[in-house]
């Protein structure tokens, strides 16, 4: 029984990651799940499974998430899942596929937990893919702002960065811009590295093997910095 003066205590589970549970199971789940004093379903909002073309959205299956929510006195968290890149996305910025140490690139693979293609996403250094995910986050936000349904956003959900990438271009350049606001200059650098022939800001790579020497420190230090960024 729920007290008056107390306040209602958030109760949920993860729900929906677009293949399982199956449609048919959805309005009895919620209305069990409100029924056992359930507040909260959190699901996957898959930026693979939604824009399947460019500017092309399939909304079906989420908007009938946060409608059933409505219905049954239960919130929705949203879960975005940029790291679920579309497949198109592979092709059209397939110079920002991540790239692993020892020069791998990545393709678009399925999920642990969901039967969904384009993970591990793409690298957010490339500007143009960056500025892809940031669109459809904003059409996501758009589109259930004022829904009902809505109870909040869980944003990069279990944050974590590859131990073994990204080495792209894109990231290299990232780090040398990052080495320029910290040192300066080539000379500068190069002498804390105790690497004294850098002769220009190409010269100077993402480390692919590590230890304990200072141009590695420093590239574990721009990973921090990088994914907060």
């Not at 359930?38 to 898959?46: D, E, G, K, S, V």
């Not at 678009?108 to 669109?135: E, K, M």
């Not at 944050?159 to 320029?180: M, Q, V």
Request: with cysteine; net charge negative; charged share 25%.
């Amino acid at each position: 029984m729920n007290h008056p003066m107390l306040p209602k205590f958030p109760y949920g589970a993860v729900y929906f990651r677009k293949t399982n549970p199956p449609r048919e199971d959805w309005q009895r789940d919620y209305r069990t799940a409100a029924q056992d004093g359930a507040t909260l379903f959190r699901h996957w909002f898959l930026w693979g499974a939604i824009e399947i073309a460019p500017g092309v959205f399939d909304w079906a299956d989420y908007d009938r998430q946060l409608d059933l929510a409505a219905e049954n006195g239960i919130k929705t968290m949203i879960a975005e899942m940029i790291t679920c890149a579309p497949e198109w996305a592979f092709r059209k910025f397939a110079e920002a596929r991540i790239e692993t140490r020892d020069g791998h690139r990545v393709d678009s693979s399925v999920g642990a937990s969901t039967v969904v293609g384009g993970f591990p996403g793409l690298c957010l250094d490339h500007d143009g893919y960056r500025d892809a995910a940031g669109d459809f986050l904003r059409t996501l936000v758009n589109r259930y702002q004022d829904h009902p349904g809505l109870g909040g956003y869980d944003i990069w959900n279990e944050c974590n960065i590859r131990a073994d990438a990204c080495y792209c271009c894109a990231t290299a350049e990232r780090f040398r811009a990052w080495l320029k606001d910290k040192y300066g200059d080539l000379r500068t650098l190069g002498s804390a590295w105790h690497r004294y022939s850098f002769s220009q800001w190409d010269d100077v790579t993402p480390p692919r093997h590590l230890g304990p020497y200072p141009h590695v420190m420093d590239w574990l230090q721009f990973r921090i910095d990088n994914a907060y960024r």
